[in-house]
């Protein structure tokens, strides 16, 4: 009996030291519990922040792919307008160009009409001059061969009228 007296006293040992062990497990794995819900909670809550923040993000995303079609397009009309702004003086350059070539040909042709007058004048003159000139060499040469013929003529009649005679 004392054998079994010590059994059980032993099995009862056993028995609160398990107890004791159940106890203190239970209260392990409420704490684990509590924690885990904690960890839970706390999970949850980063996983909001983290979807706000990816909102977030892609708000400032779609946003900034916004601003860059807005900046893009505004660009490109800007860049039309400079080009045809460049197109247009460029244009006008040629016409103001084109117009400076017609008026400086039509001041040459008429610079060159008034040097054919002039030299038409200055040829005019210079073959009435030489028309003077001719006129006195051929009035002299008439003088002469009329003065050399009438020579001839007083000779050949001082001829005949010595042959007459």
């Given at each position: 009996?004392k054998?079994?007296?010590?059994e059980?006293?032993?099995?009862e040992?056993?028995?609160?030291e398990?107890l004791?062990?159940?106890?203190?497990?239970?209260?392990?794995?409420?704490?684990?519990?509590?924690?885990?819900?904690?960890?839970?909670?706390?999970?949850?809550?980063?996983?909001v922040?983290?979807e706000?923040e990816?909102?977030?993000?892609?708000?400032?995303?779609?946003?900034?792919?916004?601003?860059?079609?807005?900046?893009?397009?505004?660009?490109?009309q800007d860049?039309?307008?400079?080009r045809?702004?460049?197109?247009?003086?460029?244009?006008?350059?040629m016409?103001?160009?084109e117009?400076?070539?017609?008026?400086?040909?039509?001041?040459?042709k008429?610079?060159?009409?008034?040097?054919?007058?002039?030299v038409?004048?200055?040829?005019l003159s210079?073959a009435?001059?030489m028309?003077?000139v001719?006129?006195?060499?051929l009035e002299?040469?008439?003088?002469?061969?009329?003065s050399h013929a009438?020579?001839?003529?007083?000779k050949?009649s001082?001829?005949?009228?010595?042959?007459?005679?």
């Amino acid at each position: 009996m004392k054998s079994l007296q010590r059994e059980s006293n032993s099995n009862e040992k056993r028995i609160l030291e398990f107890l004791e062990r159940m106890r203190e497990l239970e209260c392990e794995l409420r704490e684990l519990k509590k924690e885990k819900a904690e960890l839970i909670t706390e999970h949850d809550a980063i996983e909001v922040e983290r979807e706000e923040e990816m909102r977030a993000l892609q708000n400032a995303l779609d946003s900034g792919l916004e601003l860059r079609i807005k900046i893009q397009n505004k660009f490109e009309q800007d860049f039309k307008a400079l080009r045809n702004s460049y197109s247009s003086q460029e244009q006008q350059l040629m016409d103001d160009f084109e117009w400076k070539l017609r008026q400086i040909e039509c001041t040459c042709k008429a610079k060159l009409r008034e040097k054919d007058v002039e030299v038409i004048h200055f040829v005019l003159s210079l073959a009435l001059r030489m028309l003077g000139v001719a006129e006195v060499y051929l009035e002299t040469k008439r003088n002469l061969w009329l003065s050399h013929a009438h020579n001839w003529i007083v000779k050949v009649s001082s001829l005949v009228d010595a042959i007459e005679f």
